[in-house]
C-alpha cells in the first residue's frame, strides 16, 4: 500500500499508524528512511510532531542487507520518491513475502510525477492523502506549492524543508505557477 499525497496530507501519519497497528499485534516492524531525506538523521518526524526511530539506506543493497538482518514482517518506507529504485526494492521485499507500506509525495513543487512513483502505482494499493488549501481553506488540496525565495534543487526539496511549501487545491495551485512563472520572467528580464 502507497500513502500518496502533498506535503501536510497526514502521509507519514498514516505510516506511524499503521506501524503502531502492526507491533500491538506482536510482530516485526522496519521503518527505513531513506538517507536523501534530510528532514532528521535517525527519525522520522510527522508534522503533528510524533517521532519514530527508522533505519537510514542509501542504496538498494544497503536496504536489502538490513531487512535480511532483522528479518521483518512489515517494511515502511518513508518519502519513496527519492528512492529511484524503488519499484526493484517492492519486487525484492514481496519475494520474501514482507507486506510493504510506503508515504511518497504525488508530485513535484512544479506539478509533474515522480517517475519512480508513477512506476508503481499500478501495483499498489493507493491511498490518497489530502491537505487543506492553505489559501482558500479547500480540504482537497493534493498540490505542494513551494513558497521559497530560492529556487529548489532538481529534486524539488529546499534546506528549510517543509516550512517552505504550503498545500494547495488544484484552482490555487494554477494561480501560484502562473504567479512563479510570472516573476522568472521578470526575473530573467532585469
Ligand atoms: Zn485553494
Not at 493507493?126 to 491537505?131: I, K, M
Request: with cysteine.
Amino acid at each position: 500500500m502507497i500513502f500518496w499525497g502533498c506535503m501536510f496530507s497526514g502521509k507519514t501519519t498514516e505510516l506511524q499508524n499503521v506501524k503502531n497497528r502492526f507491533q500491538h499485534a506482536g510482530m516485526n516492524v522496519m521503518l527505513l528512511n531513506p538517507r536523501r531525506n534530510t528532514r532528521d538523521s535517525d527519525l522520522v518526524r510527522s508534522h503533528d510532531g510524533q517521532t519514530a526511530e527508522a533505519v537510514q539506506f542509501g542504496s538498494k543493497d544497503e536496504l536489502l542487507t538490513y531487512v535480511d538482518r532483522s528479518k521483518p514482517d512489515v517494511v515502511l518506507i518513508e518519502e519513496a520518491q527519492f528512492v529511484s529504485y524503488i519499484r526493484e526494492v517492492c519486487d525484492e521485499l514481496y519475494d520474501r513475502k514482507i507486506h510493504v507500506f510506503m508515504a511518497a509525495l504525488n508530485e513535484t513543487f512544479e506539478g509533474n510525477p515522480w517517475p519512480c512513483i508513477r512506476d508503481i502505482l499500478h501495483t499498489c494499493e493507493v491511498h490518497q492523502t489530502w491537505a487543506v488549501c492553505r489559501d482558500c481553506s479547500s480540504m482537497r488540496a493534493c498540490h505542494s506549492g513551494c513558497i521559497a525565495d530560492t529556487a529548489p534543487d532538481d529534486d524539488g526539496f529546499l534546506p528549510g524543508g517543509e516550512s517552505e511549501y504550503k498545500a494547495l487545491c488544484t484552482k490555487c495551485f494554477g494561480t501560484h505557477l502562473e504567479k512563479s512563472n510570472h516573476s522568472n520572467v521578470q526575473n530573467t528580464d532585469t
